[in-house]
């Protein structure tokens, strides 16, 4: 199956700053999607990026298929963007993988 | 419009009790995805149901099993309980029509501790 893997593990950013989340998968993928886990483990969705680029508010992503690898940017972060970010993925009817997450700790 | 809904929120079991699980999806979605998520890692896929048909399995033993009833809510089903299967349980909607290519909704989870 398909191979997930995000890159840092953990992170830890002053309140203000701008990080940048990494997601590389194995193989072509029809499905990908960033999501955000809160404390009490409800996933919130951020978007959906199979390709290409997506803005929302303070945060964007960026998806290049061909080189199998997506990006989440946080602009000008908060202590409520503390939590776990995935990056999930599938290459056909929906057994989608999970990447480790990446989890977030921004201080004030 | 109300999302995706699971119950019970939290729930205690010994080992070797058998345990089920409910899912709500979200108003005119017709797959249900079941995950099992441990504490410190992603979450693991176990089932994917469509229109009553299960179309996709994880690598998880028979002891788990799971079914869709016609208004599109869904039941995982968990026998002889390990200590190993406490997680939390996560299900997801999607209207299931893309061919694979749907936006996944999840709902709050249930979490399961096995004693």
């Given at each position: 199956?398909?191979?997930?893997?995000?890159?840092?593990?953990?992170l830890i950013?002053?309140?203000?700053?701008?990080?940048?989340?990494?997601?590389?998968?194995s193989?072509?993928?029809?499905?990908?999607?960033?999501?955000?886990?809160?404390p009490w483990g409800?996933?919130?969705?951020?978007?959906?990026?199979?390709?290409g680029?997506?803005?929302?508010?303070r945060?964007?992503?960026?998806?290049?298929a061909?080189?199998r690898?997506?990006?989440?940017?946080?602009?000008?972060?908060?202590?409520?963007?503390?939590g776990?970010?995935f990056?999930?993925?599938?290459?056909g009817?929906?057994?989608?993988t999970f990447?480790?997450?990446?989890?977030?700790?921004?201080i004030? | 419009d109300?999302?995706?809904?699971?119950?019970?929120?939290?729930?205690?079991?010994t080992?070797?009790?058998?345990?089920?699980?409910?899912?709500?999806?979200?108003?005119?979605?017709?797959?249900?995805?079941?995950y099992?998520?441990?504490?410190?890692?992603?979450?693991?896929?176990?089932?994917q149901?469509y229109e009553?048909e299960?179309?996709?399995?994880?690598?998880?033993?028979d002891?788990?099993?799971?079914?869709q009833?016609?208004?599109y809510?869904?039941?995982?089903?968990v026998?002889a309980?390990?200590?190993?299967?406490?997680?939390?349980?996560?299900?997801?909607?999607?209207p299931?029509?893309?061919?694979?290519?749907?936006?996944?909704?999840f709902?709050?989870?249930?979490?399961?501790?096995?004693?």
């Open positions: 199956g398909i191979q997930v893997e995000q890159s840092p593990p953990d950013l002053q309140e203000g700053a701008n990080s940048t989340l990494r997601c590389n998968f193989d072509s993928v029809n499905n990908l999607q960033w999501f955000h886990q809160n409800q996933l919130i969705n951020l978007f959906y990026i199979p390709s680029t997506k803005q929302n508010g945060l964007s992503a960026t998806t290049v061909t080189e690898y997506s990006l989440l940017y946080i602009s000008s972060s908060q202590t409520t963007d503390s776990v970010y990056c999930a993925t599938s290459g009817y929906q057994k989608v990447g480790i997450g990446t989890k977030l700790q921004v004030p | 109300a999302g995706v809904t699971q119950s019970p929120t939290h729930l205690i079991k080992r070797g009790q058998h345990v089920t699980l409910r899912c709500s999806p979200i108003s005119g979605h017709k797959s249900v995805s079941w099992q998520q441990v504490l410190g890692q992603g979450p693991q896929f176990i089932f149901y009553k299960e179309r996709g399995r994880g690598n998880f033993p002891r788990f099993s799971a079914r009833f016609p208004n809510s869904s039941e995982l089903n026998n309980l390990l200590l190993g299967d406490s997680a939390l349980y996560l299900c997801a909607s999607s299931g029509t893309s061919g694979g290519a749907d936006t996944q909704y709902g709050p989870g249930t979490r399961l501790t096995v004693l």
